[in-house]
Each structure stands twice: as structure tokens, then as C-alpha cells.
T-cell receptor, first 114, second 115 residues
Framework: GAGVSQTPSNKVTEKGKYVELRCDPISGHTALYWYRQSLGQGPEFLIYFQGTGAADDSGLPNDRFFAVRPEGSVSTLKIQRTERGDSAVYLC????????????FGPGTRLTVL | AQSVTQPDIHITVSEGASLELRCNYSYGATPYLFWYVQSPGQGLQLLLKYFSGDTLVQGIKGFEAEFKRSQSSFNLRKPSVHWSDAAEYFCAVGPSYSSASKIIFGSGTRLSIRP
């Protein structure tokens, strides 16, 4: 079956611009997660959705970052006024229920802020 | 605060040799523990996980890991590595008192295989 998909695979933008990154989870998975992976580091938790609501957004670094999941399926991570330090690979994962389930990761979106 | 330490940034082993990747965690209670592998151009893939019970956990691709509470360790092992095992390996910890949503990853160990 289809895994987690993310679009675009690569995004290059200029400092100060707004970007949206999309995640399509595995069908039927109620839990969805966003992580950020900087070069040479492990993934860093950003936000966790259970259904349509953000159950834990404690990893979002500041108010320039926002994520939505309006219908409990596809999610969009939105970054306003991008900064060069936002350059990273943004990973999305989904799991069946969110309660200690295996998280299945997508291939990521590589964001480069010039 | 939770933390995960992978002390080896890069390890090279010969094909057919045994492998052990180290992982130490800091957490007050018994955590959920994971090992993930990330190959170039591939997404993160779960190798194995420990929640409770038998402290020796078997995973995919011939990997196993042992939870040692006294040492706060969860080392990954494989008796005989294959060239296809070359990848980045991440140890991770999740909370045990609630859902395992907020997983903390280590910084990874890059494994190279010598022919």
C-alpha cells in the first residue's frame, strides 16, 4: 500500500518568503507528526496531530511555524518569514492511533532558504 | 529532561563482521526505545522497538537490541553485517506515561561497510 508522501521533495526559497509543505499520511492513520532534521542531526519533534487537532505543538520553534490538518488526513506545515536557519529536511510521519504505535516516515521535504 | 546519546558518530566494519551500535538514554521512568535506519534517499525505517517485557528485542533485517536498565543503554547488534547495511542509524526514546508521540532522537551513527 501507499506510504507517507510529502510534497514538494525540494523547495528553494528566499529569506522572508512564506512556504507550505504538504504531508499525505497513510490512509486510516489518525496520528500525524512533523519533525525537522538539520544536517548531521537526528530528527527533532515539531508537532503531533491526533485527528484534526494538534495534541502537542511544543516542538514548534516560534510563531512563524504553524501546521494544520483540517480534515484529519492531509497536513500542511506553514512557515512565515523564512530565515536561513530554517533550512533543513522536514519529515512527516503517521501512525495508526498515536498510542505507542510505530511511526511511518515519509521521504521528507528539503527546504533551502537563500 | 529526556535525552539520547549515540557516542559514535561514524563506525566502519568489514562485511561479515559483527556490529554493535551504542545508545544511552536519560529518562526518569522506563521509556519506550526505538532504533531507526535512514538510507540515502530513503525515509526513516523502524528496525525495532522496546516497550516492556523481554529486554532482548528482535527486529527486521537480522538486528537485535538489548535494554539494560542498570546502564541506561539500548545497544543495537547484528552478528554479520552486509554491504546493504551501510546507512545512518538513530536511537530514539519516547515517554512511557503517555502516548509515544514526542520521540526524542539521538544524533545518529553513520555505518560504513568495508568490502
Amino acid at each position: 500500500g501507499a506510504g507517507v508522501s510529502q510534497t514538494p521533495s525540494n523547495k528553494v526559497t528566499e529569506k522572508g518568503k512564506y512556504v507550505e509543505l504538504r504531508c499525505d499520511p497513510i490512509s486510516g492513520h489518525t496520528a500525524l507528526y512533523w519533525y525537522r532534521q538539520s544536517l548531521g542531526q537526528g530528527p527533532e519533534f515539531l508537532i503531533y496531530f491526533q485527528g484534526t487537532g494538534a495534541a502537542d505543538d511544543s516542538g514548534l520553534p516560534n510563531d512563524r511555524f504553524f501546521a494544520v490538518r483540517p480534515e484529519g488526513s492531509v497536513s500542511t506545515l506553514k512557515i512565515q518569514r523564512t530565515e536561513r536557519g530554517d533550512s533543513a529536511v522536514y519529515l512527516c510521519a503517521s501512525s495508526l492511533t498515536g498510542e505507542a504505535d510505530t511511526q511511518y516516515f515519509g521521504p521528507g521535504t528539503r527546504l533551502t532558504v537563500l | 529532561a529526556q535525552s539520547v546519546t549515540q557516542p559514535d558518530i561514524h563506525i566502519t566494519v568489514s562485511e561479515g563482521a559483527s556490529l554493535e551500535l551504542r545508545c544511552n538514554y536519560s529518562y526518569g521512568a522506563t521509556p519506550y526505545l526505538f532504533w531507526y535506519v535512514q538510507s540515502p534517499g530513503q525515509g526513516l525505517q523502524l528496525l525495532l522497538k522496546y516497550f516492556s517485557g523481554d529486554t532482548l528485542v528482535q527486529g527486521i533485517k537480522g538486528f537485535e537490541a538489548e535494554f539494560k536498565r542498570s546502564q541506561s543503554s539500548f545497544n543495537l547488534r547484528k552478528p554479520s553485517v552486509h554491504w546493504s547495511d551501510a546507512a545512518e542509524y538513530f536511537c530514539a526514546v519516547g515517554p512511557s506515561y503517555s502516548s509515544a508521540s514526542k520521540i526524542i532522537f539521538g544524533s545518529g551513527t553513520r555505518l560504513s561497510i568495508r568490502p
